[in-house]
Nanobody, 115 residues
């Protein structure tokens, strides 16, 4: 079984940066993709970014050019570098991992961007 724990969220001013981390426990050697999602209060959870085990990446249009997803296989950790943050980026950010037929979710980390 895989467990995912997000960290790095916090309060930042518009234009600032944060780096989120998602530490995975358990064997994710066979992972298909790892993702970041976010959910603002009263809104649907939305996909933010994806990284595959071949290190290809994809981003939602809303964050493209500002966010970067990466991973460190040795540390079983995926990162989301968030630059040029906007108030509309405020949300709980969730790490997600697709391993075979099973999808795992972290508990989320709060990101708040003030204007």
């Amino acid at each position: 079984q895989v467990q995912l724990v997000e960290s790095g969220g916090g309060l930042v001013q518009s234009g600032g940066s944060l780096r989120l981390s998602c530490a995975a426990s358990g064997n994710i050697f066979r992972f298909i993709a790892m993702n970041w999602y976010r959910q603002a209060p009263g809104k649907q959870r939305e996909w933010v970014a994806t990284i595959t085990n071949g290190d290809s990446t994809n981003y939602a249009d809303s964050v493209k050019g500002r966010f970067t997803i990466s991973r460190d296989s040795a540390k079983n950790t995926v990162y989301l570098q968030m630059n040029s943050l906007k108030p509309e980026d405020t949300a709980v950010y969730y790490c997600n991992a697709r391993v075979s037929i099973t999808t795992y979710w972290g508990q989320g980390t709060q990101v708040t961007v003030s204007s």
